[in-house]
């Protein structure tokens, strides 16, 4: 009898849980119907808030057309880098000034610094359709150019100092030394006068940089030189003007055209997760066989015609040109073959993964040239036509016997942080890549902040810093603090980076790591998102994926459409909401992101959290809290789907903080958009 009983009572609540789960079934079927009636009308309602966007489109274009009216009117005799007439005038009166004294040198750098900053800026800031391919290349050939004439003025009045080193000779080794530092350029010279063993071994005071010598060097005509430059113009150029990768456009009507121009490529990014990781820059043969670094993936046709004018700059210098792979010629293909395979050199760096911090150290052994005589009231000196001459080392003619190393000892900036001991690696200019071989017996010293090394000759230097140190974030934060301003806080394993965001400007409010604000002298200054990216990937905090990053670092891949729709709805509605990292998000898979939202008014508000879900196309309202045993994703009581997050958070927003949402500036939105698109902090995290 009591098996009877046990199976009718299993009986009925199998039928109890049937009927229990049709209701549900029917409840959503209803949610989903309600959810699809109002789809457009919601879309529509959608559509006209991202009109902003739009309209801070227009807006920064007619701005950089006010910006070069200004410049034109201004008259001040600097040059508009975007007019090749002028950058080329201006380039070639320079070539022609003859005055090398080293202090003016460095004073017109500054100025060319200014120059190359602006046309990159206007490389990553500008949107593709406004910005013609001949542009692009004049600005990059520009940039080049400018980057080689201000090294050749570097060696210039380098020559010029040493014609007169005898006036800079130190009383207690008879030896010249001079240090003539600015904020982007530190010069440190030395010349063997006395030619004396015993003063192998220098360290320039105001600098802190040292060298030790091999006996052959400590007695002969030599010249040592640490040129550190804040800036790396010796990486090829498209590390220098990566942009924030585009997200791919996602084939949907419902996109506004500002969506589809910032949205290209996280579909191109998933189908390489799969593929090896590349080496950093990829060798192809052009069609005549010289090699070109292969970058950025805007494979454009109309590039191989736009070769020939670019031909003498990659001479010159690795130069960032895409050539479609259809234009090789077959036979090189095997040549090509054989390239691929060397590259696999676990001595070069990749610079997909590593990136120079703290600029670059040019270290040469010079020939010092004839020194300036002194007869009665006449300075003469002989003209040699080489110019600065390298002092070979080691010597070339004796290739069986070992040379001795040179040490050297450089004091590392302050204005940057190496979280973890920095790679250091040397410029192979025939290779036009950095290796790390050739140096040895490296120690860091972290306290004093300086590094020393021995190397088998002299190189240039670059310290190399694995670019995902900061990835992914172990949480982030993004709230409303009064009308058109928030903050964005980014919370990785070293750092905590708080960003403050006001109208169409941003700023680095602090970086806290282990219980310190460090990085004074970048923080508090206004400026774009885009100028923002780029100070602090320079100082050695990288918050900014790359194109490459997901190879490595271990993230969450989330679909295109998901998180660039969930950037823009979370910008359209951050004046009146704050939002935050969720460990949801991580279980939620790849088609949809979860995270926190609280509505928040007041700037010192307590935030009530609930969680939500979005996969671009439907958001909903979790019933689960970030304390709950497992994921979920059951809808919140009394809560229905919704096509926007918008309307999803309008459900139970209050009257005021949706007014906030309607009246809030469109610059605002565009820079709150810009970030988050900069942090990935839907993937990253």
């Not at 080329?88 to 070539?95: A, E, G, Q």
Request: charged share 25%.
């Amino acid at each position: 009898q009591s098996s009877e009983e046990a199976k009718l009572q299993a009986q009925q609540e199998a039928a109890a849980r049937l009927e229990k789960e049709r209701i549900e079934q029917e409840q959503m079927e209803k949610l989903k119907a309600k959810d699809q009636e109002r789809r457009e009308s919601e879309l529509a309602e959608l559509h006209s808030l991202e009109q902003k966007f739009l309209s801070a489109q227009q807006w920064k274009t007619d701005y950089r057309a006010y910006a070069k009216w200004e410049h034109y009117l201004s008259c001040d005799g600097s040059p508009d880098p975007t007019v090749l007439q002028e950058i080329n005038t201006f380039m070639s009166l320079w070539r022609e000034d003859q005055n090398e004294d080293i202090r003016l040198v460095v004073e017109k750098g500054e100025q060319v610094l200014n120059l190359m900053e602006k046309l990159q800026f206007l490389l990553l800031d500008t949107p593709p359709n406004e910005l013609t391919e001949k542009e692009t290349v004049q600005y990059q050939e520009s940039i080049l150019e400018l980057q080689n004439l201000l090294h050749q003025k570097y060696n210039g009045a380098t020559e010029h100092l040493l014609k007169t080193a005898n006036m800079y000779e130190d009383s207690e080794t008879g030896n010249m030394q001079a240090v003539i530092k600015d904020k982007n350029v530190t010069f440190c010279i030395w010349a063997n006068l006395k030619k004396k063993v015993r003063f192998k071994n220098h360290v320039f005071c105001d600098a802190q940089h040292g060298f030790q010598l091999p006996k052959s060097l400590a007695v002969s005509s030599v010249a040592v030189r640490i040129l550190h430059t804040c800036y790396d113009h010796v990486s090829p150029l498209w590390l220098q003007c990566q942009s924030v990768p585009k997200l791919e456009a996602l084939d949907s009507k419902e996109l506004t055209q500002h969506s589809k121009d910032n949205v290209e490529e996280l579909e191109e990014e998933e189908k390489q997760v799969s593929e090896e990781p590349g080496m950093p820059a990829e060798e192809e043969m052009c069609s005549d066989g010289r090699k070109t670094d292969i970058s950025s993936k805007e494979q454009s046709n109309s590039i191989a015609d736009i070769n020939e004018t670019i031909k003498e700059e990659i001479e010159k210098k690795s130069e960032i040109l895409d050539i479609p792979s259809q234009v090789q010629d077959p036979l090189l293909q095997e040549e090509m073959n054989g390239k691929a395979a060397a590259i696999t050199d676990e001595n070069v760096v990749d610079l997909q993964q590593y990136v120079p911090v703290g600029g670059v150290y040019h270290i040469d052994a010079l020939q010092l040239p004839p020194q300036v005589k002194q007869i009665k009231d006449w300075s003469m000196v002989e003209l040699l036509d080489g110019g600065l001459e390298a002092y070979p080392y080691p010597p070339e003619e004796a290739e069986d016997t070992t040379h001795p190393p040179i040490q050297i000892t450089l004091r590392l900036s302050d204005n940057v942080m190496y979280f973890e001991d920095p790679v250091i690696a040397r410029w192979d200019p025939a290779g036009q890549q950095w290796r790390s071989d050739g140096i040895s017996k490296v120690t860091y010293e972290k306290p004093e902040k300086s590094v020393t090394f021995e190397m088998g000759a002299f190189y240039t230097i670059a310290l190399l810093q694995d670019a995902h140190l900061n990835m992914p974030y172990q949480a982030w934060e993004l709230q409303p603090t009064a009308m058109d301003e928030a903050l964005l806080v980014v919370t990785t394993v070293f750092a905590t980076v708080q960003i403050q965001i006001k109208g169409n400007q941003c700023m680095l409010s602090s970086v806290v790591v282990e219980e310190r604000d460090v990085l004074s002298h970048i923080t508090g200054k206004w400026t774009s998102p885009v100028d923002l990216r780029a100070v602090l990937k320079k100082a050695g905090v990288n918050i900014f994926p790359g194109e490459y990053s997901h190879k490595f670092v271990s993230v969450n891949k989330k679909a295109a459409l998901a998180e660039v729709r969930a950037y823009q709805q979370m910008a359209l509605v951050a004046s009146a909401f704050a939002f935050a990292w969720s460990k949801w998000n991580l279980e939620a898979g790849q088609e949809q992101v979860v995270f926190k939202v609280s509505e928040h008014l007041k700037a010192d508000s307590d935030k009530d959290w609930s969680l939500y879900m979005f996969n671009g196309q439907r958001a909903q309202k979790l019933k689960i809290t970030e304390s709950s045993e497992a994921f979920s994703e059951e809808l919140e009581e009394d809560s229905e789907f919704h096509s926007t997050l918008y309307h999803m958070l309008k459900d139970s927003a209050s009257k005021e903080a949706i007014d906030k949402v309607e009246t809030a500036s469109f610059l605002f939105i565009d820079v709150v958009y810009q970030l988050l698109l900069a942090t990935r902090v839907l993937t990253y995290s």
